[in-house]
């Protein structure tokens, strides 16, 4: 049952289409990201450097969905970590995951989350994320 009062978000309606692709690297990182937000992708793609992607080279798979339908507010940052899975949230409403091991980052931006603070604020936080070593879990 689906009802449009209901304070509780359909979560299927986040699987949108993400038209907005571009490849580029983060240091030595190659990274494909797709959004639905043209802004947000134009933002990250003149932040950060072109790159040839070498036969070798594990690219990252980025994708950030603007979510319009998220809370707004808050600056408080809060990161998670537990083996290859971590998650930062910024305010109310973004959060991104990233998981080391696959390579890649799962994320929904706040629609009051510019995209400029997104590339000073919260791209330095998911990229230090992203590297963090793997904690060894207890046996």
């Known amino acids: 049952m689906n009802n449009a009062n209901t304070p509780v978000p359909d979560l299927l309606r986040r699987f949108i289409a993400t038209p907005h692709v ?3 690297c983060i ?3 190659p990274v494909r ?3 639905n937000d043209p802004v947000l992708a134009g933002a990250i793609h003149n932040s ?19 979510d319009e339908q998220a ?11 537990a083996g290859p ?3 930062l949230l910024f305010g ?8 080391r091991e696959r390579r890649e980052i799962l994320g929904f931006v706040a629609a009051d989350l510019s995209a400029e603070r997104c590339v000073t604020m919260v791209l330095p936080l998911v990229l230090e994320l992203f590297r963090a070593p793997q904690e060894t879990l207890p046996q």
């Open 22 to 24: 571009s490849t580029f």
């Open 27 to 29: 240091g030595d990182t």
């Open 33 to 35: 990201l797709e959004t």
């Open 48 to 66: 950060t450097a072109l790159c040839e992607t070498e036969n070798g080279s594990a690219t990252s798979h980025w994708k950030l969905i603007r």
């Open 71 to 81: 809370p707004c507010g808050g600056t408080e940052i809060t990161v998670l970590s």
């Open 85 to 87: 899975l971590g998650i």
């Open 92 to 99: 109310f409403g973004t959060v991104i995951a990233a998981d």
